[in-house]
């Protein structure tokens, strides 16, 4: 008999909570989890999987439009939303089975409920009286959308609802143009839906580098998404069977649905975190250490709650690093440096590395190397969008600080791209590569010329 019924106890049973449960009982420990909703948590049951199996979807429209010029016929084609999201639930369900059953299958014990902290060693469950006690607890519990605080916000929809939809909206207003706006954006676009993207930032996409930013503003307005930058949402209303959305500036728009997609912030309310003596954050987030150690010495946390890096993988990375320091005897740091990611928009967009914008910040010499052309299936296929691949070098010691891309699997190159920046690459080295040919990505390795701004024009502002 020990002390605690239970060596580990997981608040949260999505991709992070789920790979520390399992590989902490996989080494010995006695394990419980708790999650309120579904084993699989945002990523599987209504984020990342199901979000890019609709990408696909959507993609097929530009597909069969492309393939005409290749010798196919494309006759009479038609789309059934129903049939897609059905297929994407069941996929769901599939993988909410497959999570369920590693982690009994690890032997660990499951509490489909909501789970509290009573004190810093004991769980109180919803759905039964007393409280559990455990050594170590980890709090996983992820992120939800926040809604803007606007008249009427009673009637937005965040990304969550869209995987619930049992019909197409003709039309959709999006308020936000992060990765979920751009993402749902194409996402209906592809499908038919006239999209309206309400941003009060001046270009899409903040923070990333702004090569990406523009390119792929471009793109979409030209696959028919309306852009509005600059523009601030008053107020949401009822307007027959749909809804308007009045403007800051004045004006108004209407649509059949409005989604917000204004960030998310961390599922840290209302389960005793600071009753307890559990630091948080500004936006609520719990402070950890590089161990994703908590304030309260036997409470950890990691994924989306701690708002460092908010990816699936980061969280799989930091579930496996909290793992090996306290149950495997070897302290191992998070280290959250030279993360790629992706927008699984159309065009794609991936990226690694410092933004042009930010390597400039931080060295004292930089150089930009980049290629927009038209793909090799687009000068058959008559599309004019361009593909863009850029990166950004230290020119004191030739080390490339960002690879980006935009276009056609960008992300699928960038995932390779990290593993050559995490090992500290040189731009020579990139040279010296062999490139594959006819592809898309060998322009990474054939760069050789250097992007220079464009001269200030005489008696501007900037020559003067």
């Not at 690694?352 to 793909?375: C, I, M, S, T, W």
């Not at 050559?420 to 990139?430: D, H, S």
Request: net charge negative.
């Amino acid at each position: 008999m020990t002390e605690y019924d239970y060596d580990l106890f997981v608040i949260g049973a999505g991709s992070g909570g789920v790979r520390a449960a399992r590989f902490a009982a996989e080494l010995g420990a006695h394990v419980g989890i708790a999650e309120e909703y579904r084993i699989g948590g945002t990523c599987v049951i209504r984020g990342c999987v199901p979000k890019k199996l609709l990408v696909y979807g959507s993609r097929y429209a530009s597909e069969f439009e492309d393939a005409r010029a290749f010798g196919w016929t494309c006759e009479e084609l038609r789309f059934d939303w129903p049939t897609l999201i059905h297929n994407v639930r069941r996929e769901v369900d599939r993988l909410n089975g497959v999570y369920t059953r590693t982690l009994e299958n690890a032997g660990v014990d499951r509490f489909l409920t909501r789970a509290g902290l009573a004190s810093p060693h004991e769980i109180a469950l919803a759905d039964r009286d007393g409280t559990l006690s455990a050594k170590t607890i980890l709090v996983a519990t992820g992120a939800h959308p926040v809604m803007p605080d606007v008249p009427g916000r009673e009637h937005l929809i965040s990304s969550n609802e869209c995987f619930e939809l049992e019909r197409l909206p003709a039309s959709i207003a999006i308020i936000g143009a992060g990765y979920i706006g751009m993402e749902f954006a194409s996402i209906f676009a592809g499908l038919g839906v006239a999209v309206t993207v309400l941003y009060r930032g001046e270009q899409i996409l903040r923070d990333f580098d702004m090569d990406l930013r523009d390119g792929l503003a471009e793109a979409m307005r030209d696959r028919g998404i309306e852009l509005r930058t600059s523009t601030e949402v008053a107020s949401v209303a009822k307007d027959g069977k749909g809804y308007r959305v009045h403007l800051e500036r004045g004006g108004s728009l209407t649509a059949d649905l409005v989604m917000a997609a204004t960030g998310r912030a961390p599922n840290t309310s209302d389960f005793g975190l600071q009753r307890i003596g559990v630091a948080l954050g500004w936006n609520g987030h719990i402070v950890v250490d590089e161990f994703s150690k908590s304030s309260v010495d036997n409470i950890y946390a990691v994924g989306d709650v701690t708002d460092r890096k908010n990816l699936t993988p980061v969280a799989i990375h930091e579930a496996n690093a909290f793992v090996e320091s306290v149950f495997n005897g070897k302290p191992t740091p998070v280290d959250h440096s030279v993360i790629p990611t992706a927008v699984f928009s159309e065009p794609e967009i991936g990226t690694v590395g410092l933004a042009e914008h930010k390597a400039r910040e931080l060295h004292p010499n930089v150089d930009v190397y980049k290629q927009r052309f038209r793909p090799l299936k687009s000068t058959v296929g008559g599309r004019e969008e361009k593909m863009l691949m850029k990166l950004v070098v230290d020119a004191d010691s030739d080390k490339v600080l960002g690879c980006h891309v935009l276009g056609a699997d960008a992300a699928e190159i960038v995932q390779m791209a990290a593993v050559a920046l995490k090992l500290g690459v040189a731009k020579a080295e990139f040279d010296a590569t062999m490139p594959l040919h006819p592809s898309a990505a060998e322009e990474l390795v054939t760069m050789r010329h250097r992007w220079e701004p464009p001269a200030p024009v005489a008696g501007s502002d900037a020559a003067a």
